[in-house]
């Protein structure tokens, strides 16, 4: 399958630091690729799907301020958490869709685990 | 609202056993429909994909999906204790977007 790459996998942070994490897709154009959120015992939550050379658009109830998405190339898409807190502790999971004869497949990154101290 | 409903489980089977998973949809459109495995602590891995009524093996693993009956099910063969996950099922509406409807996952226990 597609291989998706996240970096980075861990990050421990001070309260009010911003924190960037990557999402590139390897071996395959990316148009589309989606930010989630999973918190412990918890299922996945969309935070946002990401257009190649496009706005973000995000789910109801995800500050689009503080969760800042730029996908400037077909193979990069970028999540920036500014001004962390505690509460933004999480884990953080990238996906990418391929296109081609399986348009519809997600291909999930490694994940980003977030603490924010 | 659409929905992926799926029970949380967790369902314990013997190992070499048959694990049968359920999940339900309430978009009658939807056309794709995902299996995903997630141990825990790791992020989602694709098991299998489906898109026509009627069976897809690909080595254990069956799915099954009746639009009918708005069902999709995974079944996998000669559980393993490795098998042991929570798996989440996904399906893609019918709207415009590429986005998923995840169910909230079923807890699979493979005992030894």
């Known amino acids: 399958g597609a291989v998706v790459s996240q970096h980075p996998s861990r990050v421990i942070c001070k309260s009010g630091t911003s924190v960037k994490i990557e999402c590139r897709s390897l071996?395959?154009?990316?148009?589309?690729m989606f930010w989630y959120r999973q918190f412990p015992k918890q299922s996945l939550m969309l935070m946002a799907t990401?257009?190649?050379?496009?706005?973000?658009?995000?789910e109801q109830g995800v500050e689009k301020d503080k969760f800042l998405i730029n996908h400037a190339s077909l193979t990069l898409s970028t999540l920036t958490v500014t001004s962390a807190h505690p509460e933004d502790s999480s884990f953080y999971i990238c996906?990418?869709?391929?296109?081609?004869?399986?348009?519809?497949?997600?291909?999930f990154g490694a994940g980003t685990r977030l603490s924010v101290l | 609202q659409k929905e992926v409903e799926q029970n949380s489980g967790p369902l314990s089977v013997p190992e070499g056993a048959i694990a049968s998973l359920n999940c339900t949809y309430s978009?009658?459109?939807?056309?794709?429909f995902f299996w995903y495995r997630q141990y825990s602590g790791k992020s989602p891995e694709l098991i299998m994909s489906?898109?026509?009524?009627g069976d897809k093996e690909d080595g254990r693993f069956t799915a099954q999906l009746n639009k009918a009956s708005q069902y999709v099910s995974l079944l996998i063969r000669d559980s393993q204790p490795s098998d042991s996950a929570t798996y989440l099922c996904?399906?893609?509406?019918?709207?415009?977007?590429?986005?998923?409807?995840f169910g909230t996952g079923t807890r699979l226990k493979v005992l030894a």
């Open positions: 978009d009658r459109g939807s056309q794709s």
């Open positions: 990401s257009n190649e050379g496009s706005k973000a658009t995000y």
């Open positions: 489906i898109y026509s009524n």
């Open positions: 071996d395959f154009q990316a148009t589309t």
């Open positions: 996906s990418a869709r391929a296109g081609g004869t399986s348009p519809n497949i997600q291909y």
């Open positions: 996904a399906v893609k509406p019918t709207s415009g977007t590429y986005k998923y409807i």
